[in-house]
């Protein structure tokens, strides 16, 4: 399966941002999906995830409350809703997939990858 996130941009913190996965070649409701973050000099970072049926979702303790992830079966994609940013959200953002219903939190567990969309929150 081929991802394709994008959403990202340039926010004044408080902002809301709304980030897409989009995957070509299979269905994504078959796959576990989940986002991560590298901010500039900074490990990949977990943010949130959703089991391939839509039920069951993660969230790192630095978004819970703040993002929203979600899928949308009709347009094979997974969203990640995120309101009031702060500039620590700053990152690249990818989107993940991995076969299976489990919504790993790990980076490893994923198999298939996005290039990544550039989420920049000014104070």
């Known amino acids: 399966v081929q991802l394709q996130a994008s959403g990202g941009g340039l926010v004044q913190a408080g902002a809301s941002l709304r980030l897409s996965c989009g995957a070509s070649?299979?269905?994504?409701?078959?796959?576990?999906v989940g986002w991560f973050r590298q901010a500039p000099g900074k490990e990949r970072e977990f943010v949130a995830s959703?089991?391939?049926?839509?039920?069951?979702?993660y969230y790192a303790d630095s978004v819970k409350g703040r993002f929203t992830i979600s899928r949308d079966s009709a347009d094979n994609a997974v969203y990640l809703q995120m309101n009031n940013l702060k500039p620590e959200d700053t990152a690249v953002y990818y989107c993940?997939?991995?076969?299976?219903?489990?919504?790993?939190?790990?980076?490893?567990?994923?198999?298939?990858w996005g290039q990544g969309t550039l989420v920049t929150v000014s104070s």
């Open positions: 993940a997939a991995r076969p299976g219903n489990y919504p790993y939190t790990i980076s490893n567990e994923y198999h298939y």
């Open positions: 070649g299979r269905t994504l409701s078959s796959y576990a």
């Open positions: 959703i089991s391939g049926g839509g039920g069951r979702q």
